[in-house]
């Protein structure tokens, strides 16, 4: 026993260095994007790596005026907002339903859901578009919101699938004693106990939308209709033509990084054991 936690001491130390170089090296490559934002292009051609002297804020009024991420910001907002609700709200009678009732069905569906996190998403670009342009839900914010829902119903059910089958069937059998149907007991009882693999489920959503490029790139090019992803693309399409203008680039970078950075300084323990819990059960 001695001999195991003393081999045991330095693989930890040295697992645990490598973590912190890990988080050191992401930390300073944030601070790198964050001060190149407030300096200008010329600068940063003759030294990468420098202090903005003076700091240039002018690049993010750029950045929302001239390169258009300031109504791709709303849109991806409303995007990321409007299709995690909804996939929560579609995925949770669902899990809930998988998770109850235990049969071969239920499990043959249950694996079914697994399997979707397998197919790639350039698998169905070409589908997806096909179909909403015979539905004319091409370049709209509804017809995005759609596909964002459908790619979220195997990761979210399966997800959900996990806390639901963590809750004792005790609270249901009391509310049952009480005169509560099925729907009231769903509603009033499992989701708030539930509350915590739903945010959780929300979150991750969330982010997968929010960082979500290609099916955006593909499905939306009017200026009015993309998403922060596709309007730095097309940012950076335009100045290689019209000369490349870095400072306003990593502004638009910065825009697309700080809600992220906001939200897991804020939400990051509550996803990680939200998403630990899930997938222990």
């Given amino acids: 026993m001695q001999t195991q936690r003393g081999s045991a001491g330095p693989v930890r130390l040295i697992a645990t260095t490598l973590v912190w170089c890990v988080v050191a090296a992401d930390l300073l490559l944030i601070l790198w994007i964050a001060l190149t934002s407030l300096r ?4 940063i051609l003759k030294q990468a790596f420098a202090l903005p002297a003076p700091p240039r804020f002018d690049n993010y009024a750029r950045a929302f005026d001239d390169g258009g991420f300031g109504p791709a910001a709303l849109n991806s907002v409303v995007v990321a907002v409007v299709s995690s609700l909804l996939a929560v709200a579609v995925a949770a009678p669902c899990a809930y339903a998988l998770a109850r009732r235990r049969s071969r069905v239920s499990s043959a569906l249950t694996v079914s859901f697994a399997m979707g996190l397998g197919v790639p998403g350039q698998v169905l670009v070409v589908p997806l578009f096909v179909g909403l342009a015979q539905a004319n839900l091409t370049d709209s914010q509804f017809g995005l919101i759609l596909v964002y829902i459908g790619l979220a119903m195997p990761f979210t059910v399966f997800m959900l699938t996990g806390f639901f089958s963590g809750i004792p069937t005790v609270l249901e059998e009391a509310a049952a004693l009480d005169g509560a149907g099925p ?8 989701l708030p106990v539930a509350r915590g693999g739903l945010i959780t489920a929300f979150l991750l959503q969330f982010i997968s939308s929010w960082n979500e490029t290609l099916f ?8 009015d209709q993309i ?3 596709v309007a730095l693309s097309q940012f950076v399409a335009a100045a290689q033509l019209n000369g490349m203008d870095y400072g306003t680039m990593f502004a638009g970078v910065c825009i697309i990084l700080a ?6 300084s804020w939400l990051g323990t509550r996803i990680i054991q939200g998403m630990t819990v899930g997938i222990g059960k």
Wanted: aromatic letters at 10%.
């Fill in 227 to 229: 998403t922060l992803p």
């Fill in 40 to 43: 200008g292009s010329s600068d």
């Fill in 183 to 190: 729907f009231r007991t769903f509603v009033q009882v499992v």
């Fill in 216 to 223: 955006a790139l593909v499905l939306t090019h009017s200026q």
């Fill in 259 to 264: 809600p992220m950075i906001a939200l897991f």
